[in-house]
């Protein structure tokens, strides 16, 4: 009994200083905050160790909970170390913060409660963090928000398919100095986004009473799928804010100190939250000749020529012209016509440079008529969805008649003649107009048959096939023991080998349908795959480290931004807590660009 009770008390004791070697916190920084201001939700593990240095294991999960007016966005994590000697004795430690900012639109108290999250196989526990939020003051200074903010005129409705124009919009304050934009993001899973201009249009608005420097890029974008859709903007940019100091009016007016006591930060600046609801096509009313166009167009039709000859192409020209989405629209099939052999289109489309929407896109069909007299061209229908008006309209063209002569190419008639002991050629009895280079291939060019030569045994297939597979052999066990030889005295490449190993089950493991389980696979193929490319042992880098390191690699900046918004939709799905529907088909295809250009 004695025994019994010792051996609980060690457990419990035991289990206690196990618990005790990792400390979990929670806090608001500034834990008080304006109405609009920018505080860091941060959660703290604290991890010691008498015997050696701990390391940090990456969180997988962590279900915060909910606030309703508070939002959570933009995650990240930090990572240091320490090592602490106290009477010749070590103590190591290791702190991993998950850095969240937190903003809130109205006053009061935002509360999350304590929740359980899992770190090595355990279940911690992050304890309860309270933010104040107060309103401010009339002569409070301007918020980040308000000096620096980020804005798109996204439409409330769309529908799948139908591509539409957006400017967005960044507001830098006069009073803030720009630094550089160092990096754009967007957050638009079910849409297709096309790429930002690499130059800007500024202006000079006023808003809210302050003055503001604008830069406006315009894009456009087109829903792939249906329902309520996210459409969220981020730029990483640099900015030298004013000094509060100096915002007192001064009665010798502005000083040469101004700008020099001004500090340069590196900001995020959203876009307001934006959801748009994108509707499927209707299915009462589509005509069969419907094949994707959304938007207003005009058709024009014409033929190159209202006389041919037998044999000789004719071209017939459709023209559509008006604002839509161009870049999904085909070609109209052709029905069959009789006397009449037709090609597949070519297009061309013509934009309009200051409106992009706008243009004319133009089908080439070729027809060849294969009989004389008066022949119809096929009619032409072509149809489109009007989203203003929320139905389809068709357009038609006339059947164009077009008068054929008989051909002036001279027919051959050939009849069978005999040879010699050869094999004959079959006849070939020709009964129209050949062009020259059908004439040519009907001429009959097969090989005699030639004079044996006998060969010796070096040159034999049997001894060059046998030299080539002791050559492959000897080829083979060189590279075996070269690369076993780098791996013992390079550790680089025995780093890049290993990786390799580990990059392999890492997509192997990717193809789950688990979104929690690809998004964690994904990330790490993706630090892997760097860590192949530098040299560099990047296995627990965050994007900050990636993204330095694939420059350095020169990564083309749009693999670095495919890269960003994996990494941040994992961050979403590890953080909010709650569950996010994922397009894993769209993000492994993300992920395979990514890979292949590592």
């Not at 991890?47 to 940090?56: L, W």
């Not at 935002?110 to 770190?119: D, L, N, Q, W």
């Not at 748009?276 to 005509?287: F, N, Q, S, Y």
């Not at 030889?485 to 990786?499: E, P, S, T």
Request: hydrophobic fraction near 35%.
């Amino acid at each position: 009994m004695q025994l019994r009770n010792a051996f609980l008390i060690f457990a419990l004791f035991t289990t206690s200083a196990l618990i005790a070697e990792i400390r979990v916190s929670a806090r608001f920084e500034p834990a008080r905050v304006a109405v609009g201001s920018t505080s860091q939700y941060i959660v703290e593990i604290v991890e010691t160790d008498d015997s050696k240095k701990p390391a940090a294991e990456r969180i997988t999960s962590l279900p915060i909970p909910s606030d309703g007016g508070l939002t959570l966005r933009n995650g990240r994590t930090s990572n240091s170390q320490s090592t602490r000697i106290t009477n010749g004795v070590s103590e190591y430690s290791i702190t991993q913060q998950l850095i969240i900012e937190a903003v809130s639109q109205t006053a009061g108290n935002f509360t999350i409660p304590a929740y359980i999250f899992e770190y090595k196989g355990g279940r911690l526990q992050a304890p309860t963090a309270t933010l104040t939020v107060v309103e401010r003051s009339a002569d409070a200074a301007p918020t980040v928000d308000e000096l620096i903010f980020l804005q798109a005129n996204a439409p409330e409705q769309l529908y799948v398919g139908q591509t539409t124009s957006i400017l967005l919009k960044l507001y830098v304050s006069s009073s803030v100095t720009l630094r550089g934009l160092n990096a754009f993001e967007r957050r638009a899973d079910g849409f297709t986004v096309s790429e930002l201009p690499e130059q800007s249009v500024e202006s000079v608005e006023m808003f809210n009473g302050r003055r503001y420097r604008v830069y406006s890029w315009p894009f456009t974008i087109t829903p792939i799928s249906a329902g309520s859709q996210d459409l969220n903007f981020q730029f990483t940019l640099a900015a030298q804010m004013p000094d509060q100091r100096n915002n007192q009016a001064s009665q010798f007016g502005g000083g040469m100190f101004d700008n020099f006591f001004g500090r340069s930060e590196r900001f995020n600046i959203y876009s307001p939250p934006t959801q748009i609801d994108v509707r499927t096509l209707p299915t009462e009313g589509k005509p069969e000749s419907y094949s994707g166009a959304i938007g207003q167009f005009n058709m024009e039709l014409s033929a190159d020529s209202d006389s041919t000859r037998v044999e000789e192409p004719i071209m017939l020209s459709l023209k559509l012209n008006g604002s839509g989405n161009f870049d999904r629209i085909k070609g109209p099939e052709m029905p069959q016509a009789r006397g009449w052999r037709s090609y597949m289109p070519e297009s061309t489309f013509e934009p309009n440079e200051s409106q992009p929407l706008k243009g004319m896109k133009r089908f080439d069909y070729v027809f060849i008529p294969e009989k004389a007299g008066s022949l119809k061209l096929p009619e032409v229908k072509f149809s489109y969805f009007d989203p203003s008006a929320e139905k389809y309209v068709e357009l038609s063209g006339p059947a164009l008649t077009v008068k054929v002569a008989p051909s002036n190419r001279p027919a051959i008639a050939t009849t069978p003649t005999e040879t010699d002991n050869q094999d004959s050629a079959p006849a070939i009895n020709l009964t129209k107009a050949l062009s020259p280079e059908e004439l040519l291939i009907t001429l009959d060019y097969r090989p005699r048959k030639g004079r044996h030569i006998e060969t010796d045994l070096l040159s034999s297939p049997f001894f060059k096939g046998l030299n080539s597979a002791a050559s492959v052999v000897l080829i083979t066990a060189g590279i075996v023991i070269y690369r076993r030889k780098r791996l013992h005295q390079n550790a680089d490449y025995a780093l890049a080998h290993k990786a390799k190993q580990a990059l392999k089950a890492a997509v192997k493991e990717s193809q789950s349908s688990d979104a929690a389980v690809f998004y964690r696979s994904a990330q790490c193929a993706i630090r892997l795959a760097a860590t192949v490319r530098t040299k560099r042992n990047l296995r627990s880098a965050d994007f900050a480290e990636l993204e330095v390191s694939f420059k350095q690699s020169q990564v083309p900046n749009g693999v670095i931004e495919q890269a960003r918004s994996l990494f941040n939709e994992a961050d979403n799905q590890r953080f909010s807590g709650r569950t996010h529907s994922a397009d894993l088909q769209r993000a492994r295809t993300q992920l395979n660009t990514i890979l292949k250009a590592l």
